[in-house]
């Protein structure tokens, strides 16, 4: 009798174990830099983000950099910001809700006059309407030209080939 309860117990553990490894995807997805949609942000943060598939290249207290790989039209910049917020890859503060969102701060730092959290692209017109304005302002990184967004992370939809950041910028100078 006992002989059979060691040998149950060991399959049980056995396949808690399996389950275990599965759940730990096996592999180096989750870490920086790794597989996944969003530069290995993994599972949780793709189902946030539909089918798009969203690159972080930069992510400091001065700048974050995403590109957007695969494009999901239906989610915006600020989803993506949610998704790696809910990963604990960044952390950012909005105000005026998730339809008017208005970054005021990102990565522990606050807008504080004359610098603010402000929004480049290099998404140009799209579908008729334009979502930036160089006249506005811009900001270059690798060699790419970003212009000032001319909407707010809610209603930037992720284009594929695209580049967003938010970047804290002296408003001053």
């Known amino acids: 009798m006992k002989r059979k309860f060691y040998i149950a117990a060991a399959a049980l553990a056995a396949v808690l ?3 275990a490894f599965a759940a730990c995807g096996g592999g180096d997805e989750g870490g920086e830099g790794g597989g996944g949609g969003t530069g290995g942000a993994g599972a949780a943060e793709e189902s946030m983000l ?3 598939d969203v690159q972080l290249a930069r992510n400091d207290t ?3 950099v995403f590109t957007v790989m695969e494009g999901d ?3 915006s910049l600020y989803d993506v910001l949610a998704a790696y917020r809910t ?7 909005a105000s005026g809700g998730e339809d008017a969102a208005f970054i005021t701060s990102v990565n522990g730092v606050e807008n504080a006059d004359p610098s603010y959290w402000m929004v480049y692209t290099t998404l140009g017109e799209y579908e008729g309407v334009s979502y930036s304005d160089a006249a506005w302002g811009t900001w270059e990184y ?13 209603l930037l939809p992720l284009v594929a080939g695209e ?8 408003t001053a100078a």
């Open 17 to 19: 174990g399996m389950f």
């Open 50 to 52: 539909g089918d798009a």
């Open 62 to 64: 001065t700048a974050v």
């Open 73 to 75: 039209e239906e989610r």
């Open 87 to 93: 990963l604990g890859v960044l952390t950012f503060t």
């Open 142 to 154: 690798e060699g790419d030209a970003y212009a000032s967004a001319a909407y707010g992370v809610s």
């Open 163 to 170: 580049s967003y950041a938010l970047v804290y910028t002296d």
